[in-house]
């Protein structure tokens, strides 16, 4: 599920400012892969958890890329849409676009190497949890 | 734009925060309101058809309904992104949860239901019932206080109110949290238990004791209350055909109470709402034995049962609720409440007649009655698949008619020409109750379906 990678302290922050910002005092994610929650308890710390179940995928297999929460898609490059430049090789850490929530881009990241054949979301649209952004041939 | 009661702008875009056949009722009312709605949906219900045709639609999170329809969070985050400015959380769910009317508010929303305070104030029993006999609403003999720790006064109360009596969580409802003592000797171990269970469940110990009443009916009491003092009650409701605490027959009006006996109640549910300030559409719930009425809880939101109701008063609640959370009067006043004819509403569930096991998959063919004087609320069609994850209840079949008489013999051909192919559900069920003599005479009391089942079930 998740395109973000959620282990990542620098999305938490990101995510965790926004929330924040948003009045909101938590959030959890889960995703075929793991989980993440943050807990904003006022005058405390940002309770935060991630844990993984990640399962491995069959190379074989395209993976299609799906938004771990509702914001708003950004393709990754403004200047040059995404998909004009399809396929093209991705590796795991690359970033695909971004969710906007509130004023904060999170990254989407790839999750896997391989492929990425086709975006599935049209810029600038509100997608939810789950909508399908990107599919990946994964290669082994 | 003008402002409404708390200063907010008035709002055009509401988020449902619900699913099934309440979301497609709400649609319903914002668009002849002329409102916007947003539609929020777990993964299980991605192809149901209101978020089709909602102005937007969005999903919040998994199928399980901790992670999507009771996600707080979820569900304000959602609000912001979608710019809604009001939130319609249905019944169920968070509907009379305190902490989300107050998160919505203080995120500058509108909630479609009461304040935060009277969610909280009507959620434990105990400051209900001092509430209600502050404004002279009759309440089951007891004291409006928390049982002590001493047992020998738990035990001298018992004996000043007379065995049977009932032990109740005071965080409790919808029948948990609660157990009868029929005599002396089993009353400190049953409030023992229902202290350990109220702990459990409702997180507070806090339990208070009542007259336990042997052969009630389950009658209520609908009002309405604007945030201008005005407020009406619409008449009443008998939804004494329960299996299990879970209703599933109602009808308007209760039969054979003279409107002497019932005028007074529905007065001081009035009163009660002006006294703790009340906003939007609550129901009074009572025991009726003996020609006597006893509180037993307010529920603080919209009920399942509300289109009987509807049908009766021919005013549309769901319509009335948002506008009083715009901040509009009511444009009625009691003396325009005319209830006339008879209604009953048949909840259709997606469950084994005889075992009343849930029975989930697609519906492979589908014929609703659509002859006059007979409404369906529903939102499955033909391919719509039931998920497994929340409540059975797949629609709701409504008739109106002159009489009680006419109003039965309309829901039996209602139920007749009712067909869900590809699931199982409780219509047969239906079929045979509506069939039932003592039934049809009217007046059962809240253990005649229980019986009647046992009776079904006897070789």
Known sequence: ?140 | MPETFDGRARFDTVLIANRGEIATRIQKACRALGLKTVVVYSEADRQAPYGRTADSALCIGPSSAAKSYLNKDALLLAARLTGAGAIHPGYGFLSENAAFADAVEKAGLAFIGPSASSIEAMGDKISAKRAMIAAGVPCVPGPDTALAEDTAAIERLALEIGYPVIIKAAGGGGGRGMRVVPEARLLQEAVALTREEARQAFGSPSLYMEKFLQHPRHIEIQVLCDTHGNAVWLGHRDCSMQRRHQKVVEEAPASGIAPEVIGPVGRACVEACRQIGYRGVGTFEFLYEDGAFYFIEMNTRLQVEHPVTEMTSGIDIVQAQIKVAQGDPLDLAQADVNCAGHAFECRINAEDPDTFLPSAGVITGLVLPEEPGIRVDTHIHAGYKVPPYYDSLIAKLIVHAPTRAEAMARMREALAGTRVDGISTNIPFLRALFEDSAFARGETDIHYLEQWLKQRRAP
């Open chain 1, 1 to 140: 599920m998740s395109a973000i990678d959620f282990s990542d302290p620098t999305t938490i922050a990101l995510l965790t400012d926004a929330l924040t910002a948003a009045g909101v005092s938590g959030l959890e994610i889960s995703w075929p892969g793991g989980q993440l929650r943050i807990v904003v308890a006022t005058g405390e710390e940002a309770r935060i958890n991630v844990s993984s179940t990640a399962q491995p995928v069959s190379a074989a297999q395209p993976v299609v890329v799906k938004a771990p929460m509702a914001g708003h898609f950004c393709s990754g490059n403004s200047s040059r849409s995404v998909a004009d430049r399809l396929p093209r090789s991705v590796s795991a850490a690359d970033t695909l676009g971004f969710l906007r929530v509130g004023p904060i881009l999170l990254p989407l990241c790839a999750g896997r190497a391989g492929i990425l054949t086709r975006q599935l979301a049209e810029p600038d649209t509100l997608v939810g949890f789950g909508d399908p952004l990107f599919e990946i041939e994964p290669q082994s």
